[in-house]
């Protein structure tokens, strides 16, 4: 697979070393400093690649998928908070190629988030559990809640009519954990999920951009997991 990542922070460090583990040809590793408003994403720069992984700012994100899409690359997106941007973004993929944008490529927290919609459901009609989502992640993270946060809860609430409150903590170089509660009177049930690793995402994300490779349209992990292996 040819890929281009665009990216050069510690997302961006690790999917370009995942690829090259796979076998992959990296093409181009765009970073921010050369790379202003899309700019270094150049038919000429991005010639012969087959997909773009890209992990960057919620600010950058929405101009380099437009410059990729527009140049027919198939994206692989992992940015989180710029949700507004994505109607307009997935516009651009339905006529111009792929884009894949998923909040968290771990395959288990999707995993989770199967199971939170079944419990959720179950105590739609139990009012007396109330529920309760807290995530933490590192300091430096931009976005609160996160992306998967939102994902989770808004889960709960399409398929179970269920509000679920949500608790952000921000500290120290937690990759990432969320863990969703239902408590009740006498009892509680928990779901967690905890990141060990950042590498669990850069593995997802090629993954996912291996599958995305000759598709169009628009897609999420859900897809990839799915289609594992058609």
């Given at each position: 697979m040819?890929?281009?990542?665009?990216?050069?922070?510690?997302?961006?460090?690790?999917?370009?070393?995942?690829?090259?583990a796979?076998?992959?040809?990296?093409?181009?590793?765009?970073?921010?400093?050369?790379?202003?408003?899309?700019?270094?994403l150049?038919?000429?720069?991005?010639?012969?690649?087959?997909?773009?992984?890209?992990f960057?700012?919620?600010?950058?994100?929405?101009?380099?998928?437009?410059?990729?899409l527009?140049?027919?690359?198939?994206?692989?997106?992992?940015?989180?908070?710029?949700?507004?941007?994505?109607?307009?973004?997935?516009?651009?993929?339905?006529?111009?190629?792929?884009?894949?944008h998923?909040?968290?490529?771990?395959?288990?927290?999707?995993?989770?988030?199967?199971?939170?919609?079944?419990?959720?459901?179950?105590?739609?009609?139990?009012?007396?559990?109330?529920?309760?989502?807290?995530?933490?992640?590192?300091?430096?993270?931009?976005?609160?809640?996160?992306?998967?946060?939102?994902?989770?809860?808004?889960?709960?609430?399409?398929?179970?009519?269920?509000?679920?409150?949500?608790?952000?903590?921000?500290?120290?170089?937690?990759?990432?954990?969320?863990?969703?509660?239902?408590?009740?009177?006498?009892?509680?049930?928990?779901?967690a999920?905890?990141?060990?690793?950042?590498?669990?995402?850069?593995?997802?994300?090629?993954?996912?951009?291996?599958?995305?490779?000759?598709?169009?349209?628009?897609?999420?992990?859900?897809?990839?997991?799915?289609?594992?292996?058609?």
């Amino acid at each position: 697979m040819r890929a281009v990542v665009v990216g050069t922070g510690r997302m961006g460090t690790l999917v370009k070393a995942e690829l090259e583990a796979r076998g992959h040809d990296v093409l181009a590793w765009v970073g921010e400093a050369d790379n202003p408003d899309g700019a270094a994403l150049t038919l000429e720069r991005l010639a012969g690649a087959e997909v773009a992984i890209e992990f960057t700012t919620p600010a950058a994100a929405p101009r380099n998928i437009e410059r990729l899409l527009e140049a027919g690359v198939a994206v692989v997106s992992g940015t989180t908070g710029c949700d507004p941007a994505l109607p307009h973004l997935e516009h651009l993929a339905r006529q111009h190629g792929a884009l894949l944008h998923a909040t968290n490529f771990s395959v288990g927290l999707h995993l989770m988030r199967r199971a939170a919609v079944i419990l959720a459901r179950g105590f739609a009609a139990h009012p007396d559990f109330e529920p309760h989502l807290v995530e933490v992640h590192h300091s430096a993270k931009l976005d609160a809640p996160s992306g998967t946060a939102l994902t989770l809860a808004r889960a709960v609430h399409e398929e179970a009519g269920i509000e679920v409150p949500i608790t952000s903590i921000r500290t120290g170089k937690v990759p990432g954990t969320h863990t969703l509660s239902f408590e009740g009177p006498h009892e509680s049930v928990t779901l967690a999920h905890t990141v060990r690793d950042r590498a669990v995402f850069a593995a997802g994300a090629v993954m996912a951009a291996e599958w995305l490779r000759g598709r169009h349209g628009v897609f999420g992990l859900d897809d990839v997991l799915a289609g594992r292996g058609q």
